[in-house]
């Protein structure tokens, strides 16, 4: 009985999704398989980049989270928010207690007036985060032709192969190819937009940041090429997207080696339990 | 229950005697876990998923307890616990992934041993019990899967939320009305966040209910094995402790090696990075997928793409929803006599068919919605349907089974003693 | 075909009677039990103030604008912290006492920084039960002594915020803390 009613359902189910099928290829056989898209034509995948902190035995360049930094603070920040991370962070990049007391009082943040509670500004605190540009959402938009810029902490992460994209992203805004003008124009930048085949969609509303060699002076004497400046802020920003990125592979090293020893071990002890019982196929 | 030459406890140190005669639970773990069980001696490292599933829920309730001291269900600040977590709290990042990838391992490991149960049907007589139960931990696990995936508030996690709560919508007259009372709203926010919150911290407990009625269950007609043959007598078996102890404990070892492997170099490996972007109402991300462990369920709901009297999504909801509720039927619908698949030649090909399909349909259900993944995935979830439905209740009638072994001693030594003397005696069991 | 299966306590015991198979599981099942201990560590250590909070854990204080006779609360580690400038009465009346008569013999040099006498910081912590002793805002009750009041159970403290009358059982706590110049003081 069960088995006659599961024949029957089973029979249904199967003949609505082979209908569906049916459908779908007849669709498919006259209009064709869905039309080809600007973004599944030009949309490029991240350059391959390489950093101290890839790979399995990874470090932190900080000389070059320093220069990362730095580049976020005189290009990114003017924009984009970062607010994961406080000054207090920033002794990881390897400055002293003093000076980041000193960073995080070169910000302003926003704050409370103590005399007539209204807000007002002070200078940052080593515990206070990055503060945003904008006093909120709103007034983002308002400043960015309706783009919010997209707070900065975890972009790393947010996106498939992070820091590539990132870098890939920061140098590759280009003007639009021929064929793409010819075969889809729809899909060039309309006013307020950037090119960048790098982009989901092709059409970023992000002005090319980086734009002259020299931009940013490094404070360690670096040449600041627009390479080099988008290779040191893909790397800044790993770390502010995984602080514990090094830490958490240099841990999983002794972890995978004691878990080694003991699975031998338990492999050993297994064979010797079970030695006594072996099968005895002569 | 269990069998009558099982070793019996026989606490010697006063204390334990002591313990044995008020709260008789050493005895208990001795005779569920210990020398007292006795397991049929041939099971494979098949066997080992069981005791594997149990150590994950115990990992994602260790865990899960500690996340949430520091977690904040609120919809206006869980993204930032969670990034909290991460940051500042004492070996928080691991204890994070470890949960993440921790609820990834405890599907893999559960999926195989659903398999494992497929391909020996497990689900058999004098077995269903334990295979029903089994099938309610895996929806109850599939709930709290889901509510944990809402909780770090990313993108995903709404988007999640929105979409698997729309499925609801798609019942006829009370869909709608049923949505909005999950949600406590009219789209995902504060309401939901905090009971899926409360849901996925208590439904944990709940799976922990279920798995000591599934090992209960289990305990009454003993552990199945890889011949389908009941045991017949003391040398079909080994007591669980030292044999199976020993063994769980190396397949326990290779487990954390793979799942250590993940959590340390590539915890987001599973994830999605969209979830890293915090919840934002007005903007969808481009592909919304569920995690890894939905996806052949997800691509069974995609597929019905045709309004044939009832709406596709409707159709699409019952046969996601009918492809799980199917599994409970399986001791009924299956009525070969023969048990383990080495025995069932037809059978064993429409096994590693099913497999195929469940591997594809794995693939479809990641992949975006677009030709031609919905056409294969068309053809992908009727094979399914036909398998469990059609395929296996018609199999018996036209399959012939290989000859079986008299025992499982013979199976594992060649030959057994008792085979001549007692010619073919009844199951022990 | 040997039909013959060895019994679960076959015992191979080595030349020198160790059996082998003895040690190689006790060195299992060690291991796993250390591999276990070790994992508790983080599930312990995740309970300690984390980095946020360790971050917060010094206050720096202005004191350039308190007068004498007045105190300022502050939050130190999210407990108040009275900072109270003493007026000479004040110093005299903390002085008059032999630290020897009191419950917790304590001068008031020794709850102070050399040079800075004038300046008591405390903890606003009533050492009974916890509460907060009041006597620091303007207008409040500063009990018998002078000083601080717990109104929970009747504590006085005097002008050195020491212990005089109720059942605290000692002295308000000094933090450490430090000049960092004449007017700025860093608690923590």
């Known amino acids: 009985m069960i088995r006659l009613a599961g024949i029957l359902i089973g029979l249904v189910f199967t003949f609505v999704v082979l209908l569906a099928f049916v459908v779908g290829a007849y669709t498919a056989a006259t209009e064709g398989m ?85 807000n007002s500004t002070r200078p940052g605190l080593p515990t206070d985060y990055f503060p945003s540009p904008y006093p909120n ?131 050993l002890a297994k064979k010797q339990i079970w030695a006594g019982l072996k099968p005895r196929k002569d | 229950m269990s069998f009558p030459w099982a070793k019996q406890y026989e606490p010697t140190n006063p204390v334990m005697k002591f313990m044995d005669e008020k709260l008789p639970l050493p005895r208990l773990v001795y005779n569920a876990v210990g020398a007292g069980y006795p397991v049929p001696r041939n099971l494979s490292y098949m066997w080992n998923f069981g005791v594997l599933a149990g150590f994950c829920l115990v990992l994602q309730i260790v865990t899960g307890v500690v996340l949430a001291m520091h977690y904040a269900a609120n919809s206006g600040v869980a993204f930032d616990s969670i990034e909290h977590i991460m940051r500042d709290v004492n070996w928080g990042w691991a204890i994070r992934y470890a949960h993440a990838n921790g609820a990834s391992a405890f599907f893999a490991v559960i999926y195989l041993h659903i398999f494992r149960g497929f391909y020996y049907s497990s689900y058999k007589a004098p077995r269903e019990m334990i295979w029903l139960l089994g099938v309610v931990i895996y929806l109850l696990m599939m709930a709290t899967g889901f509510m944990g995936y809402v909780l770090p508030w990313g993108q995903m996690s709404f988007w999640g939320a929105k979409v698997i709560t729309g499925l609801f919508g798609a019942i006829p007259v009370v869909g709608e009305p049923l949505q909005v009372w999950l949600l406590g709203g009219y789209a995902p926010d504060n309401a939901a966040l905090n009971r899926f919150f409360s849901l996925h911290f208590m439904l944990p407990f709940v799976i922990a209910g279920v798995v000591i009625l599934h090992i209960w269950a289990l305990h009454i007609p003993g552990s199945s094995n890889p011949t389908g043959v009941e045991v017949k007598s003391e040398s079909d078996t080994v007591p669980f402790h030292p044999y199976y102890t020993a063994k769980d404990g190396f397949g326990l070892g290779v487990f954390l090696l793979i799942y250590c492997a993940f959590l340390f170099f590539m915890p987001n490996a599973l994830g999605h990075p969209d979830n890293y972007i915090p919840a934002n109402p007005l903007s969808t991300p481009a592909h919304i997928v569920p995690e890894w462990y939905y996806w052949p369920f997800y691509a069974i709901l995609r597929a019905f793409t045709f309004d044939f009297i009832l709406p596709a999504k409707l159709w699409g909801v019952l046969a996601m929803f009918a492809a799980i509720l199917v599994w409970f039927f399986l001791p009924w619908l299956d009525k070969s006599p023969v048990r383990s698949g080495n025995y069932r030649p037809l059978f064993r090909k429409f096994f590693w068919v099913l497999v195929a399909d469940m591997a594809l349909l794995f693939y479809l259900g990641g992949a975006p919605a677009e030709e031609p993944y919905v056409m294969i995935s068309q053809i992908a979830t009727a094979y399914y349907f036909l398998h469990f439905l059609v395929i296996l209740p018609l199999l018996s009638s036209f399959e012939r089974p290989d000859p079986l072994p008299f025992s499982i001693t013979e199976a594992v030594l060649g030959s057994d003693d008792k085979a001549a003397l007692k010619d073919g005696a009844g199951s022990a069991a | 075909m040997a039909t013959t299966t060895d019994t679960a306590n076959s015992e191979v015991v080595a030349e020198d009677g160790v059996r082998r198979r003895d040690f190689i599981e006790i060195a299992a099942v060690s291991v796993a039990a250390t ?154």
Not at chain 1, 158 to 174: F, K, N
């Open chain 1, 34 to 118: 869905g039309e080809e898209t600007a973004e599944h034509a030009f949309h490029l995948d991240p350059e391959h980049v390489e950093f101290a902190h890839d790979g399995l035995f990874p470090s932190w360049d900080l000389q070059q989270l320093q220069r990362g930094y730095q580049v976020y603070k005189e290009v990114c920040s003017a924009c984009h928010s970062m607010n994961h991370v406080a000054f207090r962070n920033l002794e990881e990049l390897g400055y002293t207690e003093e000076e980041v007391k000193a960073e995080a009082a070169s910000w302003v943040v926003p704050g409370i007036d103590p005399d007539t509670g209204e």
């Open chain 1, 137 to 267: 959402d709103v007034a983002a938009a308002a400043a960015n032709n309706n783009a919010i810029p997209p707070d900065l902490s975890l972009m790393t992460k947010a996106r498939h192969h992070g820091p590539a994209y990132v870098y890939s992203l920061l140098t590759g805004y280009q003007e639009p190819s021929a064929e793409l003008a010819e075969e889809f124009p729809d899909s060039l930048p309309g006013p307020g937009l950037y090119h960048n085949p790098y982009f989901a969609n092709l059409n970023l509303a992000m002005a090319p940041p980086l734009t002259a060699d020299g931009q940013v002076t490094y404070a360690d004497g670096t040449d600041a090429s627009i390479d080099q400046m988008a290779q040191d802020v893909a790397a800044f920003l790993t770390w502010t997207a995984e602080p514990s990125l090094v830490d958490r592979k240099r841990t999983g090293w002794p972890v995978m080696g004691f878990l080694l020893f003991a699975t031998i071990l338990a492999w």
């Open chain 3, 35 to 188: 591999g276990g201990l070790i994992t508790i560590l983080p599930l312990v250590s995740q309970m300690a103030p984390s980095k946020d909070v360790l971050a917060e854990s010094t206050t720096e204080l202005d004191i350039s604008a308190l007068e004498p006779g007045q105190s300022i609360k502050a939050v130190f580690r999210k407990q108040p912290v009275f900072v109270r400038n003493l007026t000479p009465a004040e110093i005299d009346a903390a002085n008059a006492v032999d630290p020897g008569d009191l419950r917790d013999s304590q001068s008031l040099a020794d709850r102070t920084i050399e040079g800075h006498e004038n300046i008591l910081v405390v903890m606003g912590v009533c050492t009974h039960l916890g509460c907060v002793p009041l006597g620091a805002a303007e207008g409040e009750n500063k009990g018998e002594f002078g000083g601080y009041f717990c109104p929970c159970h009747g504590s006085h403290y005097d002008t050195a915020a020491r212990i005089r009358k109720g059942p605290a059982p000692s002295n308000l706590e000094v933090p450490d803390y430090s000049f960092t110049s004449d007017t700025t003081i860093v608690i923590g």
